[in-house]
């Protein structure tokens, strides 16, 4: 096979230890391999990278194993082209497994060219990154602290959640309060509500009414004060993030324009896929990646397999919530919802609107362009014939007998 780099290094990373393979000529026509352990403390990964400086390497491959690999890629990333490699890429043919044979099939590999790098962003990216996923981390241990309160009134007999959409609103922070000083009747809670929640105090007065023990009490009161210090980390949070968003503003407010999309959505995508669209070849590039489109497995003229891949998750994950909450408006993208729920059912919809968001965002950052809708009745207007007769059908098919006139516009 063809040689590609002549002065090649592969990396077995682990969480204590690096074992490095380097593979040089050997001045008489062949390779020379030397294999080193090294410590991941930052003063031997040092030692690492100056050892690979005195062999003249100028390439270096390893393993994307967990969070390993980052302190490696932060000491040699400013001497060497470091490829950052999928493990599920590299899988070595069958027979004995240990960490330098690991280290040499991945420099033999590198060295002939067979390893297709990931994508990793540049720093500043990548600290935005980490902001915007550590924030979702803290959102999503918010919510499994309010659904603990709610367990907790439901062992009390309250029945809050019934009634109000969010027991962590203005009206029912006050109430959960109250039931935390427990000196307040279900009359007094009730009249704590705000909004259009007045009009449900004689709902709220019988959900009210319950059993509190102490010991429950306690426990609310816990729990209220971790959201309170988590509501407080978020503010700190945005705050960070809105600073770290400043090179990236003018593609963060043209996410914003898209429906479903908030502000906090258009942070995560462009933390996740940065505003050089260069790196993508293609919009269908980016969704694949992302893991919103089909997977291609076809043997002998068959199709086996059309399973996304795994992706980017946190990428995936945003991009399906937004498609659930935009489709309750009255948009092309909802419209589009719409037409898949009812054919392929709500999940394969929300895929596939998120694929569309993902397009659409892909082409807006390198565009330099506002979002425009095409809206709720683009499907309608594309063939209107067949539209008419699918309504027709559907009101015979209900008992009418239907006679359609044209109306005319002046």
């Keep these: 096979m063809q040689v590609v780099y002549t002065h090649c290094a592969g990396l077995d990373v682990h969480k204590k230890t690096v074992v490095a393979c380097v593979i040089t000529p050997n001045g008489s026509g062949g390779w020379h391999k030397e294999i080193r352990t090294f410590s991941t403390m930052t003063a031997q990964l040092l030692s690492l990278s100056d050892w690979l400086l005195s062999l003249n390497c100028s390439h270096v491959a390893m393993e994307s194993t967990g969070e390993y690999w980052r302190p490696v890629f932060n ?21 004995r497994k240990t960490d330098i044979k690991d280290a040499q099939w991945i420099a033999e590999l590198l060295q002939h060219g067979l390893l297709r790098a990931s994508f990793i962003p540049p720093i500043a990216q990548r600290d935005l990154r980490d902001l915007t996923r550590h924030r979702s ?15 907790v009134l439901e062992a009390a007999n309250i029945k809050l959640a019934s009634v109000a959409s969010d027991v962590m609103g203005v009206s029912g922070r006050a109430m959960l309060d109250a039931i935390v000083q427990g000196k307040a009747s279900p009359e007094v ?10 009009d449900k105090h004689e709902q709220l007065i019988l959900a009210l009414e319950g059993r509190v023990r102490p010991h429950q009490r306690f426990i609310l009161a816990e729990l209220l004060c971790q959201i309170d210090s988590i509501d407080a980390t978020l503010e700190r949070f945005n705050h960070q993030i809105s600073e770290f968003c400043r090179p990236f503003e003018a593609a963060v407010a043209l996410l914003d324009t898209i429906p479903g999309i908030a502000r906090q959505t258009a942070e995560i995508i462009v933390a996740e896929i940065g505003t050089d669209m260069s790196r993508f070849p293609s919009a269908a590039h980016l969704a694949a990646w992302a893991g919103l489109a089909p997977g291609n497995c076809e043997s002998a003229g068959k199709q086996l397999s059309t399973t996304s891949r795994k992706g980017n998750r946190v990428l995936r994950t945003i991009l ?26 709500k999940k394969r919809a929300a895929i596939a609107v998120a694929h569309s968001i993902l397009v659409i965002a892909y082409h807006l950052i390198q565009r330099q362009e506002p979002y425009r809708d095409l809206g709720a009745n683009y499907f309608d207007q594309q063939r209107p014939e067949a539209t008419k007769k699918r309504l027709v059908k559907r009101l015979e098919k209900l008992g009418y007998q239907v006679s359609l006139e044209e109306s005319i516009t002046c």
Excluded: C, D, W
């Design 75 to 95: 000491i040699l990333e400013a001497n060497f082209e470091v490829i950052l490699v999928n493990a599920r890429h590299i899988k070595a043919v069958p027979g």
């Design 137 to 151: 981390n803290f959102i999503r241990e918010r919510v499994n602290l309010v659904n603990r309160i709610q367990k």
């Design 189 to 198: 809670m009730a009249s704590f509500a705000r909004g259009r929640m007045r």
């Design 320 to 345: 399906v919530q937004a498609a659930h909450a935009l489709a309750r408006t009255k948009t092309y993208l909802a419209a589009q919802f719409s037409r898949l729920s009812a054919r392929r059912g």
